[in-house]
């Protein structure tokens, strides 16, 4: 199996574990990463605060590559990027004239056959569950996970066509066959505060507060993500948190690492040393104080 | 040929576009017009007297009037020559409103076009031929399908003005949804204490026949005459014997099944009767949870039973009546968030956790929960512990007016039954809160915005405008998080039981049932009426009447004013021992027929009949199609289709049609 990776500039920096766990996995797993040769930024925020055109172009741009360099299929970790090409392969499939102003901006015509963009969810449900049964080497009975998706994975639902864009299920789904027991908890697809993270901090941190607070009501002892902003707010919040008195450390973890934990990769190998809450040494494999 | 043709001004809608006069002008010349006259208002009595006067004084053969569409004013022009002797078949209209000035902004393009469509409605007059109307018996004996209040209010007057009718019901009770109400709008008069009475009528009314747990399977037959199959569903026991003393139900061991009466709030047995008012009083069997027709044991039933009335044999069986006229009221469901149909494009709410906490409820649970006869006897109690909510918050337009998630109609009684909802709450809760959250209050209606008022001024409800965006449990109750748009804050609400006033929606069934009845139905599965101001309460199969919320959402007093107007319909067809219909139906030359019936394929009114022809000797020639002109439209699709050209429709007979045409060229 072959699949097309288009990492965007989170998983060079913030989110460098992600790309670490999600490779390491993938060898695992023997499916071929193959990163888009000359990939460019996908806009972001950025673009789409400033200009449509732009904001469809630079995906557009990147998915031509794709298409030229041979690749169906390519997974882009970060919600955010796979939000922005989604949503540009969207408006350009049913926007014959703004197909034809993207065409102009990047020089080039777009393929006519689309390409098939997962994020991560989607990767691991297109792998199969059968595949990470049979290659689970831990069986990590210890966790309680709450499965978080944040805002960008499930949204819009038209064009994500993800399971319920209230109530989703497969992320849940797909952690399920680590052995893990899975919480159902209130906030799975509440705002983290995003991008608010550099200009109004006292709201992220409130937020992901209430997101932290709610997962270890509902009895979890860690929190997967599939988002880099998700994955720092929650994380990088906590130190805050700390300082602010009478909060306990929830370890948040992508869902790459802990699949990863469960097919026996080793925590350096999965980039665990690099969040600021940590992983408890031997968490993973320790019997639940109640299993309620 | 002697042909007069008359040009409207129509005011100024025809006359600003079209010049009228050098329309007339130009008529008069064309061959066989004897007389072209142009006026204001023809439809006007002076108008109508210029024909009238010309077909006596000129003796004119075929009359065409210019004017509005044939829909507006055909009837009246057709009227005016059959008062001056002229059979009315030989009135065609020129439509140069709709057709024509109303399309057009171009004076002299719109006169040569004017021109046109009156030179071809005269072409087609020159070959129109005399025709009768046609006259068909009428069983003076009406069905009504569905025992809800509308049902009830349409049998009463059918059978109170003499008339024998034929009440279907589907549950093992009549009463439909306002039987589970608690108090109503805008009076807060008990719902029960206003119904019971007339449920007790129908079941005692010499005229009404009353088959409950029943449902229609076949209709054949045309207005006046209709030929209804329904199904008696096997009930389990057999209601002649039984005298509804209920100590089956008493004795039954399985009492876990949830009531559908007290929406799931409450268990009831295996036998059972829906509800202690229930007409007829009699218990039924639900078989997919009673031990005996699960494992073949028990049986306790029958063994108390001092009638012998219980029958475990009983299959369904099928009666067959006949029928004048059909008032169709089945009513309307709750739009269950909780659950999306696979084949919908409900998205669900599942931010609100409907069917996940038990404390958010839909409308029709908090009217059990608020009624006398409810789980609570009427103490408002929340339901997943039995304690009295202190905080209550009513949410508006839950799948209503929300194209992404549910319905792009208002569901328009939500409006009142919250604000009733609330007082009630408030009535019997003194300390307690209650909030509503809105998108805007739709009081219309006498008395209704005074019932607000009163709500919001006299009860102290707290009104908030703006929508949820979540729910959520945490520490016993359930957070509410909203925005109020007039604040323009974010507001959160520690509530102790949330009431959501889901979407009313059309019943599952209604587009199954529509097709065995022939009535249309719109994209959201609500019966179709044939006019919305002008016809709200026929269909466009003829005999054929709506009450109530199977054709929109409505409440109470809308639905018994809409069940009255489907009786009074009825009664005018009952008023007559023979109808009279438009004879433009399609006929067959059977020389020509090859007996293909392609006809009875194409047909939507099931009006193609096979008919044998014999000789004298009794032996079969052949068997050709013939047409039920109790049945037939005319809509001509058999003509189009016929590969004989066997099939003409009167009145649009193929000669006409391409006189028609070629007059254009």
């Given amino acids: 199996m072959k699949i097309g990776y288009f990492p965007g500039c989170s998983l060079g920096g913030t989110a460098k574990e992600f790309d670490i766990s999600l490779r390491a996995v993938m060898k695992a797993l023997g499916v071929e990463l193959v990163e888009i040769d000359d990939w460019s930024c996908c806009g972001a925020s950025s673009a789409h605060a400033s200009s449509h055109l732009l904001a469809v172009s630079l995906p557009a741009r990147n998915l031509l590559l794709a298409g030229q360099q041979g690749l169906t299929e390519i997974v882009a970790p970060c919600a955010a990027c796979y939000s922005r090409l989604v949503i540009a392969q969207h408006e350009v499939a049913n926007d014959a004239g703004l197909k034809a102003k993207v065409e102009r901006a990047i020089e080039s015509p777009l393929p006519a056959g689309e390409i098939r963009i997962l ?174 | 040929m002697k042909i007069g043709v008359y040009i409207c001004y129509c005011g100024e809608n025809i006359g600003r576009t079209v010049d009228c006069a050098a329309v007339a002008k130009a008529c008069a010349e064309l061959p066989g017009v004897v007389d072209s006259v142009d006026y204001k208002y023809m439809c006007s009595d002076p108008g109508q007297n210029i024909i009238k006067n010309a077909i006596r004084e000129k003796g004119l053969q075929g009359v065409v009037v210019a004017s509005c569409s044939p829909h507006m004013h055909e009837k009246t022009f057709r009227r005016a020559c059959s008062d001056s002797g002229l059979n009315p078949f030989l009135c065609e209209i020129a439509n140069l409103r709709e057709h024509c000035s109303w399309v057009h902004e171009d004076v002299p393009a719109a006169t040569r076009k004017a021109i046109d469509l009156v030179r071809m409605a005269v072409e087609k007059v ?68 206003i119904l019971t009475p007339r449920m007790v009528e129908v079941y005692q009314h010499p005229r009404i026949k009353l088959l409950s747990y029943s449902e229609v399977e076949k209709v054949e037959g045309f207005i006046g005459n209709f030929k209804v199959t329904i199904r008696r569903k096997a009930r389990s026991v057999i209601e002649e014997r039984c005298t509804g003393c209920g100590l089956c139900v008493q004795k039954c061991p399985t009492k876990k099944a949830p009531s559908e009466f007290e929406q799931g709030l409450a268990k009831r047995p295996a036998i059972y009767v829906p509800f202690p008012q229930a007409v007829p009083n009699k218990p039924v069997i639900d078989r997919n949870v009673c031990t005996h027709f699960r494992t073949g044991k028990c049986g306790i039933c029958k063994k108390v039973c001092g009638r012998d009335a219980i029958d475990f044999e009983q299959q369904d069986q099928f009666v067959t009546e006949d029928i004048g006229a059909i008032i169709v009221a089945t009513g309307y469901q709750l739009y269950s968030i909780s659950k999306k149909p696979d084949d919908s494009a409900i998205k669900g709410y599942g931010e609100y956790g409907y069917g996940k906490y038990p404390d958010v409820i839909d409308g029709l649970q908090f009217e059990r929960i608020a009624s006398a006869s409810g789980p609570s006897s009427g103490e408002i109690r929340r339901p997943s512990d ?136 719109d994209g959201y599965g609500f019966y179709q009426e044939v006019h919305p101001k002008l016809r709200p309460v026929e269909v466009s199969t003829a005999g054929i009447f709506l009450a109530g919320a199977c054709q929109s959402p409505k409440d109470i007093p809308e639905a018994v004013a809409m069940a009255s107007a489907a009786a009074s319909k009825a009664l005018v067809l009952f008023g007559s021992d023979q109808l009279e219909r438009e004879p433009t139906v399609a006929k067959v030359n059977e020389a020509t027929c090859i007996g293909c019936f392609y006809c009875q394929k194409v047909c939507a009114y099931n009006a193609i009949e096979v008919k044998e022809i014999r000789d004298r000797k009794g032996n079969l020639v052949k068997t050709v199609a013939s047409v039920n002109p109790g049945l037939c439209q005319g809509c001509g699709t058999c003509n189009a289709t016929c590969p004989s050209k066997s099939i003409e429709l009167l009145g649009y007979t193929d000669e006409q049609i391409f006189a028609e045409i070629t007059a254009l060229g």
């Fill in chain 2, 386 to 521: 039995q304690k009295e909510p202190k905080k209550v918050v009513f949410i508006q337009c839950v799948g209503s007016r929300d194209e992404a998630k549910g319905f792009t109609y208002c569901s328009k009684i939500c409006c009142m039954y919250t604000a009733k909802h609330a007082m009630l709450y408030k009535h019997k809760v003194h300390d307690g809160e209650a909030y509503v959250f809105y998108m805007d209050i739709r009081a219309g209606g006498k008395m209704y915005e005074e019932f607000v008022r009163r709500a919001i001024e006299e009860d102290g409800v707290k009104y908030i405008r703006g929508r949820v965006s979540r729910i959520y449990p945490s520490g016993g109750k359930y957070i509410v998080k909203g925005e109020d748009t007039l604040a323009g804050e974010p507001i959160e609400i520690d509530a102790d039981m949330v009431v959501l006033a889901t979407a009313m929606i059309a019943q599952p069934n209604a587009q199954k049932l529509a097709q065995v009845l022939g009535v249309p139905y």
């Fill in chain 1, 119 to 292: 994020n991560v969810v989607q990767l691991f449900e297109r792998i199969g569950p059968e595949k990470l049964q049979a290659a689970k080497r831990v069986d990590l009975a210890g966790l309680s996970i709450a499965a978080y998706y944040g805002c960008l994975l499930v949204r819009p639902h038209e064009i994500t066509g993800f399971d319920d864009v209230e109530q989703p299920v497969i992320m849940d789904a797909i952690l399920a066959a680590t052995g893990a027991r899975l919480v159902d908890w209130n906030f799975k697809t509440e705002c983290c505060g995003g991008a608010h993270s550099i200009s109004h901090k006292p709201i992220v941190t409130k937020l992901s507060k209430k997101i932290l607070d709610d997962a270890r009501q509902s009895g979890a002892n860690v929190v997967a993500v599939a988002c880099p902003m998700c994955h720092s707010n929650l994380d990088m919040r906590q130190v805050e948190l700390r300082k602010e008195g009478g909060h306990q450390d929830l370890p948040v973890l992508y869902l790459t690492e802990l699949l990863g934990l469960a097919l026996g990769l080793g925590r350096k190998e999965l980039g665990l040393d690099l969040h600021f809450v940590r992983l408890p040494e031997q968490a993973q494999t320790a019997p639940q104080e109640n299993r309620a």
């Fill in chain 2, 126 to 193: 020159k070959r129109n031929g005399e025709l009768e109307p046609i006259r068909v018996p009428v069983t003076k004996r009406a069905l009504v399908v569905g025992g809800g209040i509308a049902g009830i209010q349409a049998a009463l007057d059918v059978a109170n003005a003499g008339f024998e009718v034929v009440l279907v019901e589907k549950e093992p009770s009549i009463g439909g949804h306002m039987s589970q109400l608690s108090e109503t709008f805008p009076t807060l008069d008990c719902s029960q204490c």
